[in-house]
């Protein structure tokens, strides 16, 4: 069963998690799985269409969920973007371990405007000044929408929400290739325009852990759930 999340609309200013000495907060991000524009690398975020798992993605969910990470430890929480690929992947875990999906509304991908749905090729060929532009700067808007740097404060934002709700407990989170990687960009002092070098697989796990002095990578683009 999916459920909205509950609790306060904003993190507490300066407040990112648990205090220091306190046990951290593990955000276990999961990028969803494959859907129909994934493996021709179409732009799909939160202004398209709102493609739902392939058959493929839905087999990378299930092999997500059954996944020794998820297995290792208690998983105390399911959260998910409201985009429908996320919902669905979080939902094979959450049947898994007996949790409701959670949704929190900053973990959705990028809103791409007039790219929604095309490649990166056809960008340049149709949209050329504007992807210069966003290369060159976050704060450039991807096709007249969202910038890089309004994306990674949202999501900066909810994993600070989540860290807040949930001190010391260990979250499964279901977000997207922008999102999770303004995270890690974060959680290593790296500019946001790091994302451009990052790569993301779908239904890959990365971890931050969070105490009272911000956030620690402790696992990237881990796939080997899926060989």
């Not at 407040?15 to 493996?39: F, I, M, N, Q, Y």
């Not at 095309?118 to 290369?135: G, S, V």
């Not at 997207?176 to 790296?190: C, M, Q, S």
Request: charged letters at 20%; hydrophobic letters at 45%; glycine letters at 8%.
């Amino acid at each position: 069963m999916t459920t909205p999340s509950s609790g306060p609309a904003r993190a507490t200013a300066g407040h990112s998690g648990p205090a220091e000495s306190d046990p951290p907060t593990t955000l276990l991000l999961l990028r969803h799985g494959e859907t129909v524009l994934t493996p021709h690398r179409r732009f799909s975020g939160s202004g398209g269409t709102d493609p739902e798992l392939s058959a493929t993605g839905r087999g990378q969910a299930a092999r997500a969920a059954a996944s020794a990470l998820l297995a290792q430890a208690p998983v105390h929480a399911v959260v998910s973007s409201p985009l429908r690929r996320c919902r669905q992947t979080a939902q094979a875990a959450a049947d898994l371990l007996g949790l409701d999906v959670e949704i929190a509304d900053g973990l959705r991908e990028a809103d791409f405007g007039e790219w929604e749905g095309l490649t990166l090729d056809e960008i340049r060929a149709r949209h050329p000044a504007d992807l210069r532009a966003w290369r060159e700067s976050a704060a450039a808007p991807t096709g007249a929408a969202e910038s890089l740097t309004a994306v990674a404060e949202r999501a900066a934002l909810a994993g600070a929400v989540l860290a807040a709700r949930h001190p010391g407990r260990r979250l499964l989170v279901v977000s997207h290739v922008t999102p999770i990687k303004a995270l890690i960009a974060r959680a290593l002092a790296a500019p946001v325009a790091a994302v451009h070098a990052m790569e993301l697989s779908p239904a890959s796990f990365s971890a931050l852990s969070h105490t009272g002095r911000g956030a620690t990578m402790h696992l990237y683009n881990d796939t080997s759930h899926l060989r």
